[in-house]
């Protein structure tokens, strides 16, 4: 596909007038992680704040770099399962992706003080590499709806003099609201509100009858990745305090493909001038991708042998992303009674002007979060963790803050909230074989619960210790339902209890 660079102030509306349509959902796809690491931090649910000594513990407080005794690396393979149920106007369907992944890698080395007068006794430096999301699913829903999406052309197209949107203009010379216009202009979806045509007119009207049933279906598939390195510097002071530090490379690459259907009953359009459309096919594939900055700091503290707090910030990350789009639309449709040709008759037109959109670089700023812990050690037998974690996801933010960005940025003002997180982990030791369990929970980002509701997960795993090895295996399952709708303008929106099953192993080893 041709690809097109857009330039200039007309990119910039374009950019604009995409993310409001995709937004606020986008952001969050940069906000919040899934539970991924190692099968011992994910069989304790990711309770490990004030744990330490795990590749995937140093993610959540770096201060756990320095838990570790002798220099340790760790692998983890893990299969990811995820089944949609999806209910829209009384229809129930159905999906499930499955993934498969090297979903973390790393590995922590020690430095013993050998100044013996010091309080400082060790130093570590690590190198972690986790997969903060998985984006891999897919998922599609039908059933009959109260309104058409017509409306969502209508709304681009209303105020544009049709000589924009006419054959006076290339396709790729157009903004990204203009070429939604453009499209149903040309497969007859929409029209100039006056007959004959004025093309000094900037109102239209709709083909698709306003009266009768909508049968919609939505087909969406994801794929890509959220990756995170981190480099981890720990300290400990006496044994009784560590100290961490994490500065991380993000990296994430995300592709969306989704196609919405439409065909309607309705009766045919009286005025012998206009088409009557009956049925619709609209593709959208979007591809996202770039890198970002992040950095965490932590400690932990040995109130006593057994009992450890933990305290850690995770700043923003701040991302530069590039958007990619490219789009087309399908119509059938019945030809008006004063066509010149075949009136009356069943047609179809098409529009794919097969080009890729490529709009330019902007930044995203995620929203910090903090993290406290708690953690009960049984001397060799086995402990208890909990972690409470807090992020305000309304400082989701569109940097500069110019005033091409400011009416995102209160997108995300006006309808997200802060949230809390609550993690509890538990691991008992029987000789050689370790087991563990753990329950975590998870606030809606959304001040409307409705729109993506609360999450809550539980796991268990088992693991079993050579002696400089060990091998560790977990399950996790978590779900939340959420609606989506056919297109982000619309209310009509499908209820979708997703549903994710994760397989993990991990081999540590030391060295």
């Known amino acids: ?33 899934n539970l991924n690491g190692t099968a011992r931090f994910r069989g304790m649910s990711g309770a490990f704040g004030a744990v330490g000594g795990d590749m995937s513990a140093i993610h959540v407080n770096p201060a756990g770099g320095a838990i570790f005794n002798f220099n340790t690396a760790a692998a983890t393979l893990n299969l990811l399962s995820t089944k949609s149920n999806s209910r829209y106007f009384g229809t129930t369907t159905n999906d499930r992706d499955t993934s498969f992944d090297l979903n973390q890698a790393g590995g922590i080395f020690v430095f013993h003080n050998q100044d013996l007068s010091s309080g400082w006794t060790k130093f570590t430096f690590g190198i972690a590499y986790d997969n903060a999301n998985n984006f891999d699913n897919s998922f599609n829903y039908r059933g009959t709806g109260t309104r ?24 790729d010379e157009l903004s990204f609201q203009d070429q939604q216009a453009y499209l149903a202009y040309q497969t007859y979806l929409i029209d100039t509100s006056t007959y004959p045509f004025n093309p000094d007119n900037p109102n239209y009207v709709s083909n698709v009858p306003q009266t009768g049933s909508y049968a919609h279906q939505n087909y969406v ?57 009956r ?28 009992l450890r707090l933990g305290a850690a910030y995770e700043s923003p990350t701040w991302y530069r992303l590039t958007d990619e ?7 059938t449709y019945v ?7 075949s009136p009356g008759a069943t047609r179809s037109a098409s529009l794919n002007p097969n080009i890729i959109n490529v709009y330019p670089t902007y930044t995203l700023q995620t929203p910090g979060k903090f993290t406290g812990s708690l953690a009960y050690i049984f001397g060799k037998s086995g402990l208890i963790s909990f972690d409470y974690g807090v992020k305000d996801y309304s400082n989701i933010k569109f940097k500069p803050n110019n ?46 619960e409705k729109i993506v509701g609360d999450l809550k997960g539980y796991s268990a795993g088992i693991g079993y210790n050579f002696g400089s090895a ?22 009509d929106s499908a209820r979708i209890n997703s549903k994710i099953d994760s397989f993990t192993l991990t081999y540590t080893v030391g060295f």
């Open 470 to 491: 060990r091998l560790d295996f977990a399950y996790g399952h978590s779900q939340r339902e959420m609606d989506v709708p056919l297109l982000s303008s619309m209310t």
């Open 335 to 341: 030809a008006p009674a004063n066509s010149p040709t």
């Open 279 to 306: 049925q619709i096919q609209f593709n959208n594939d979007m591809h996202t991708y770039g890198s970002g900055f992040s950095f965490n700091i932590g400690a932990i503290a040995k109130i006593t042998d057994e």
């Open 148 to 171: 058409s999406i017509d409306q969502f052309f209508l709304n681009q197209a209303n105020g544009l003099p049709v000589g924009v949107i006419d054959n006076n203009y290339r396709y």
């Open 403 to 448: 005033s091409y960005n400011s009416s995102l940025n209160d997108v995300y003002k006006n309808t997200l909230t802060t949230a809390q997180e609550f993690r509890v982990g538990a691991e008992y030791k029987i000789k050689q074989v370790s087991l563990r369990g753990g329950y975590r929970f998870e606030e809606s980002p959304y001040k409307d």
């Open 325 to 331: 789009l490219s789009q087309s639309l399908y119509t």
């Open 1 to 33: 596909m041709k690809k097109y660079i857009f330039t200039a102030i007309t990119a910039l509306s374009a950019v604009v007038a995409s993310a409001q349509e995709l937004a606020p959902s986008d952001g969050l796809r940069y906000a919040m992680d």
């Open 221 to 277: 598939n994801t794929n890509g990745y959220n990756g995170k390195l981190a480099f981890n510097f720990a300290s400990s002071y006496k044994d009784r305090l560590y100290i961490g530090l994490n500065l991380n490379a993000h990296f994430t690459d995300y592709t969306k493909n989704s196609t919405v259907y439409e065909s309607n009953n309705g009766p045919v359009n009286t005025d012998p001038n206009y088409a009557t459309i």
